[in-house]
Structures are given as C-alpha cells and as structure tokens.
C-alpha cells in the first residue's frame, strides 16, 4: 500500500449550492470526469480500537475495484492534513494481508478481539474537475451522497479542494472565489467522523473542547497552528449544532472558542508582532462576535440567576413576568445570532481565519527566531508571564473595583487557556501531577470571579430590559434579583481571594 500525504480543504454546502457550483465558471473552464457513484464501507472491532487509535478503515467501491484504505485521523476545521495507506483488493471484505506496514496492522495484532466489522457506509455522487488557479493546479472535487447507519442517515455535501502543485495561497483564494457566489462553510467533520458521531448520538450535539495534541518537539509556530485550527473546529462544530436548534450549550461554547482563539493570539503575540494580519483579524473576531455576548448573558440570567431567586422568593409574581420578558428577549437575542451566523461576512471570515493560519506572513516570513523556538521554551517564557499577571494584578482582591477584578479574570481565563493548549507537552507523571493540581487550582478562582461577573451581567440584563421598555412587574423583579444577588458578593468576594493565594502556592507545571 502507498502511504502519501493527503491535503486538502473540505468545504460544506447545502444541495442546492452543490449543484450550483457544479456550473462554477472556475470548476468548467477546463472541463472535467463524469459523475461517478461511490460506495464505502467502513469498519474496526467491536471494542472501536482502531478508532482509539485515531485511525480509520475503508473498503470502497469504485468503477475500477475495490480500494481498502487506511487513514490517520485528524481534528481540524477546514484543512484535512492524513497519512495515508491505500491499495486496491479482491473484493467488499477486509484483506488483513494488505494492512502489513500500515498502523492498522499493530493495532489488530494487539487488539483482544481483532474481528472486523462493518460499521456505517457512505453513498455519493463524486465529480472531480482539474483546476488551474493562479500558479496551482489544484483538484476539485464536489461530492453528494449520505452517510448510512442502523440509526439513521443523514446527507453529504461537500467540495473538497486539493493542492496538487503549487502555492497553498492559490488554493484559499480559489476557495474565497467560490464562497462569493456559494454559501461554503469550512468542514468540521471527515466522512467517517460524521458517520462515528451519528452512532454515537453526539452529531448534533453541543461540544466542549478537545485536548490539544502537540509534538514533543513542535517549535512555537507547529503549536500555534495546531491550536489555533483545535479552536475553530470547536467553533464549527458548535456552530452547526445552534444553526439547526438554537441550543443554548451550543452557544456557550461558540464562545468559548471564540474566547479561546483570541486567548490563541495574545498569548502568541510576541510571535506575530509583526503581522498586521493577525491584530485586523483577532479586532474582526470580537466585532462580530459581540452580540453573541449579550445572548448569554440572558441565558445565564435564564437558566441560573433567575431559578434560583424564585427558590429564594417563591411567592414573588413578578418573577413570572420577569422570566416572560427576558424569553422574548432571548429570541430576539438568538434571531440576531443567527443572523451573523448566516451572513457571508461571518463564512468569509473564517475562511480568512484559515487562510491566515496556514499562509499568513507569520508563517512565510523568512526570519522569525520567536516561531521557530521550541515549543515547551515558549509555552514556559508565556505561562510564567501569564502567572506574574495574575499574581501582581489579583493583589488584595477582595478589595478591588468591579473593573480591576475583571482584568484578573481574563488573566486566569488566558493561563488556564494556555495551560490547556500545552498539556501535552508536560505528559511526565510528575509534571502531569503538577499540572493537574494547577489547573484545579486555577479553575477555583475562576469559577468565583466568574459568580462575581454574573452579578455584573445580571445588572446588564436589567439595563436591556429598561431599553426595551418591559412592563412594571418585570422590571421590579429584576432589580429585586440583581439586589439580592449583590448582597451575595462579599462572600464571593472573599472565596475569590482565597483562591487566588491557593493558586500562588501551587508549584507551576512548567518550571
């Protein structure tokens, strides 16, 4: 078997816009295949050890045979970077003999019950167009089908752009070309990842972050494109997931990516100092995103503030009208999310956000001594800084304004960020331990800062109410339960000085 490297840029569409870029003027003026109909099959073991593996097995069928192919596994948003294993075979079964040399092969050797079965399939339509672009030439290929399980199916829609010769550059502003006139959305999700999360329920379900897997020996620029492209995967994911039901988890956690990615640039910011990019796009990301700000705030009212002060006033009638006005708050909150979500604007950003990670001038500037450190050195030089911040800025906290405390609260927020994009890289028991207990630490005195930041939202809650011009009952209620919530901040306020000295006394896992 063949074990190339495969780079390509997934793109997502729906059915209608498949169609429509069939006819795309860049994908007809070299003409290309006929349509042809593509069967997979893929398959592990009973207990998925192929999957904990992070690899992948297909058997497909095609006009010419059948091919079994074995693929590593990637996590990423748009940009699909596997080793390969591919070779054709006999027939639709599994031809073990074949897998020598590939990493399947060990992972069955050892495997407690190494049959293999079929899993899910894979039915599309596929038509492959050669494209020059710029100085590239690059492979279009537009496929439509579904995926198929015993638990449902569900459909495919994809164009997927491969570099064959050239610069990566060409293969972006293709992509760009096609966005103008189709809604393409970056593709979070492979094949089989998609037909995986079907089985397991979790395909249109909210997501938290994944671990962050960097190279012992990454330099400083490898680990900031692996994390920077985790955070937009993350991103994706949730993103599809509020677009088809406005999950309020799903929300949540677009902004924590979002969080997540701009804690990505500050924390990398002596390595793209010098990249005017960098600084436009992270300014870009909080722009558009503010409203996504406002929509959880009355979520958290919502589902938190509010329960808990009709559990402490339970005869209160307001707390009804209260509850009434901030839920058609919220949908005109979630239609306004909605809305960006759906714009081109926002597609085009991303597809700007992965274009910039993978060829930005931070990446193709001849000298640059910061990105190509190793990455433990920098990820140590950073999170020391991040912890000094925190220490001189947490000073006495439990005396310090609203504001101030606030600053603190992103600090811990950017270190246990940080701390999270580099774990990988401190897999030492010992150091593990160590970063265990940080983290622990660390997350205590966010979780208080970020009660005492409730109670600040809960009073922007009820200024929008004002705005709105919501009815007396409402407005009594809410300035009842911003009040009765404040009388809660000294104890708060006092857990959350306690915390940050307990963190101060935790031995940092990097040193």
Sequence with gaps: MTSPREIELKLEAGVHDI????THPLLQAQGGGEPETLSSTYLDTADRDLLAAGLTLRIRKTSAGYLQTVKAATESAGLFDRAEWEGPVQGPDPDLDALAGTPAAAILAKASSPGLEALF???VERTTRPVTYGASRISATLDQGRVETGVGDVPLCELELELLEGDASDLFGLAQALAETAPLKLGALSKSARGFALLKGKLRKPSKAGAVALDGSASAGEAFRVIAQSCLRHLRLNEDVFLHGRDAEALHQIRVALRRLRSAFTLFKPMLAGDATATHLRSEIKRVSEPFGEARNIDVFLETTLPAEIARRPDEASLVSLRESLEAERLRAYDTVLTILESPSWRGLLLD??????????????????????ARDFAADILEKARR???????????????ARHRVRIEAKKLRYGAEFFASL?????VHKRHKAFVSALSDLQDHLGSLNDLATAHDVVSGLIVTEAGGEALFAAGLTAADGDA?????????????????DVKPFWR
């Design 389 to 403: 911040r925190i220490r001189k800025r947490g000073r006495h906290l439990d005396r310090l304004d609203a504001e």
């Design 426 to 430: 401190y897999a030492d028991r010992k």
């Design 121 to 123: 399939a894979t039915v």
């Design 19 to 22: 169609a429509a870029l069939a």
């Design 488 to 504: 809660t901040a000294a104890k708060l306020l006092s857990a959350a000085a306690e915390a940050h000295e307990e963190l101060l």
């Design 353 to 374: 956000l992965v274009a910039w990670i993978e060829t930005g001038p931070w990446r193709n500037a001849a000298a640059n001594a910061v990105r190509d450190e190793p």
